[in-house]
């Protein structure tokens, strides 16, 4: 069941990657895989990419350990304080649904876990922790690969409207950081999401056909000295 989990939570993955981590053998990995393709499983394999399950398979629900609904309880009010409002939404429905598949000593942990858990912020750092906006419609072009084009003020006050390809989304500085290919800059640009002022979802398909991958990108920062990339 670990190994169909972790399969629906990745587009693919290979053996090596399966075994490392759930520490076992590439082998048993090979065994696993047969057994579950016997019972009626629907994964498949695509060269140089690896394994996956078929598009509509969902395993049916299963119960939570004490220390799955423990993190799943420190997370949501880290969510609720750090994300927008659309995605807090999200997040409280989601844990709703799984509330509705647990038993009811679990749901009563969870809930009990819950309720001793919660995040403080003294008013004097509110002003560090700007509020975000548009991660959801963020999330989904990244998702669809579509342009969005944004009003955006820089450090200095100053306003530039953009057309920009987003390959991901981080957070670092107490803030969320659009991560993005800008056509009128013709280079990777990182924007505070709470600096963006406007931003309008397109069709347009992504142009640039090459993205690097946002690790990539992150790992190029590393290397440049600290400043705002604008």
Same mark, same amino acid.
């Given at each position: 069941?670990?190994?169909?989990?972790?399969?629906?939570?990745?587009?693919?993955?290979?053996?090596?990657?399966?075994?490392?981590?759930?520490?076992?053998?590439?082998?048993?990995?090979?065994?696993?895989?047969?057994?579950?393709?016997?019972?009626?499983?629907?994964?498949?394999?695509?060269?140089?990419?690896?394994?996956?399950?078929?598009?509509?398979?969902? +395993? /049916?629900?299963?119960?939570?350990?004490?220390?799955?609904? *423990? &993190?799943?309880?420190?997370?949501?009010? =880290? $969510? !609720?304080?750090?994300?927008?409002?659309?995605?807090?939404?999200?997040?409280?429905?989601?844990?709703?649904?799984?509330?509705?598949?647990?038993?009811?000593?679990?749901?009563?942990?969870?809930?009990?876990?819950?309720?001793?858990?919660?995040?403080?912020?003294?008013?004097?750092?509110?002003?560090? +922790? /700007?509020?975000?906006?548009?991660?959801?419609?963020?999330? *989904? &072009?990244?998702?669809?690969?579509?342009? =969005? $084009? !944004?009003?955006?003020?820089?450090?200095?006050?100053?306003?530039?409207?953009?057309?920009?390809?987003?390959?991901?989304?981080?957070?670092?500085?107490?803030?969320?950081?659009?991560?993005?290919?800008?056509?009128?800059?013709?280079?990777?640009?990182?924007?505070?999401?709470?600096?963006?002022?406007? +931003?309008?979802?397109?069709?347009?398909?992504?142009?640039?056909?090459?993205?690097?991958?946002?690790?990539?990108? =992150?790992?190029?920062?590393?290397?440049?000295?600290?400043?705002?990339?604008?």
């Amino acid at each position: 069941m670990g190994i169909i989990t972790h399969l629906q939570s990745k587009k693919y993955r290979s053996a090596e990657q399966l075994a490392t981590h759930f520490g076992i053998s590439v082998r048993t990995v090979f065994r696993d895989l047969r057994a579950m393709q016997e019972i009626g499983v629907p994964i498949s394999f695509e060269s140089g990419k690896g394994y996956c399950i078929a598009g509509g398979y969902f +395993l /049916p629900p299963v119960s939570l350990t004490l220390e799955e609904a *423990n &993190a799943l309880a420190l997370a949501e009010p =880290l $969510v !609720l304080r750090f994300a927008d409002k659309e995605i807090a939404a999200h997040v409280g429905t989601a844990l709703a649904k799984i509330k509705m598949v647990l038993g009811a000593s679990q749901r009563e942990n969870l809930e009990q876990i819950q309720s001793k858990t919660a995040h403080y912020i003294p008013e004097i750092y509110e002003h560090m +922790l /700007p509020d975000n906006n548009y991660l959801t419609v963020i999330q *989904n &072009a990244i998702v669809h690969k579509t342009v =969005l $084009v !944004l009003e955006y003020e820089n450090l200095h006050g100053e306003y530039s409207l953009r057309e920009v390809e987003p390959i991901g989304l981080t957070f670092y500085s107490l803030n969320w950081h659009l991560i993005a290919w800008c056509h009128s800059r013709r280079d990777y640009r990182d924007f505070r999401t709470s600096r963006i002022q406007n +931003l309008q979802t397109t069709i347009k398909p992504f142009r640039k056909t090459d993205h690097i991958e946002l690790n990539e990108y =992150l790992q190029q920062m590393e290397l440049k000295p600290q400043q705002e990339f604008l």
